[in-house]
């Protein structure tokens, strides 16, 4: 066999996935999640397993009944297996008993390659809940809504996700962008101030980086941003946001310059990329 050449092939491959903003994601007169599972299949009855952190739930004690009336409503499009709840923050990536009851999870309800993991919590939620959803059947589709404002616009726009073993962060991981991502902008309004400037943090970050003008925004309106305007906020996440998805498809470049296929809409539509 040793006459034989090597046999060689390279291929690419193609994702796309969407961020939208919203408000009261679960309120029955919002029909984004519905529409989003019936934009999938559209015959309807698709299995959805929810993974809530139990800090978000502490904020929002009526989270969990609003899930189960909005999907009670739509259950000809949304077949609501369980919610799961898992203690949040950092901890719950050190745990590897959480995977296993998320992998249990996805086992017991039967949730296929054609079913949904809903994540919505915190940035280390998002990541636990991705790495779990990543490695059942090769992957399960997954819906991120991020909470906080770190995560919506910066670890929930990402493809990474991970889990702490070993000692070290972050030493499993997969790169798996999920299907869809939701920031709801009602969920900002329980955090803390340290968590709501957290995020702002990071904006100026990337501003710096990446965009004067935004840099500017974010100075003019320092004070606004502290004393919690929530336009003012909406606006810095969906420019973050947008620079990150434009990062990760293109390693920087702007995308509307190379790629005039895609589009952003005006605030409170979806950023649709294709990478």
């Known amino acids: 066999m040793s006459h034989y050449k090597p046999i060689e092939q390279s291929f690419k491959v193609a994702y796309e996935y969407k961020l939208h903003f919203t408000e009261h994601i679960f309120n029955m007169d919002n029909p984004l999640f519905k529409d989003i ?78 079913s949904f993991v809903v994540a919505i919590g915190g940035g280390a939620i998002i990541d636990m809940v991705g790495y779990a959803a990543a490695i059942a059947h090769r992957g399960v589709k997954l819906i991120r809504i991020p909470t906080t404002v770190l ?61 004067a003008v935004f840099f500017d925004f974010i100075e003019e309106n320092s004070t606004l941003l502290r004393a919690r305007d929530m336009e003012s906020m909406e606006y810095l996440i969906y420019r973050c946001a947008e620079m990150h998805m434009e990062h990760i498809a293109q390693g920087g470049i702007h995308l509307r310059a190379v790629l005039p296929d895609l589009w952003i809409l005006v605030i409170g539509q979806p950023i649709n990329w294709s990478i």
């Open 151 to 211: 995560s919506q616009n910066d670890s929930a726009v990402g493809v990474k996700n991970s889990f702490n073993i070993l000692g070290k962060k972050n030493f499993l991981g997969t790169f798996a962008p999920a299907y869809a991502i939701i920031n709801d902008s009602n969920f900002l309004t329980t955090l803390e101030q340290r968590d709501w400037i957290s995020g702002i943090a990071e904006a100026v970050k990337v501003a710096l980086i990446k965009d």
């Open 37 to 114: 599972i019936q934009g999938y299949n559209s015959k309807g009855d698709v299995k959805v397993l929810f993974v809530i952190d139990s800090g978000v739930l502490t904020c929002h004690p009526n989270l969990s009944k609003d899930i189960t009336s909005y999907c009670t409503r739509n259950n000809s499009v949304i077949h609501l297996t369980e919610q799961m709840v898992i203690t949040g923050g950092e901890q719950c990536k050190n745990d590897y008993h959480n995977v296993e009851r998320i992998l249990n999870a996805v086992n017991d309800n039967r949730i296929c390659r054609h």
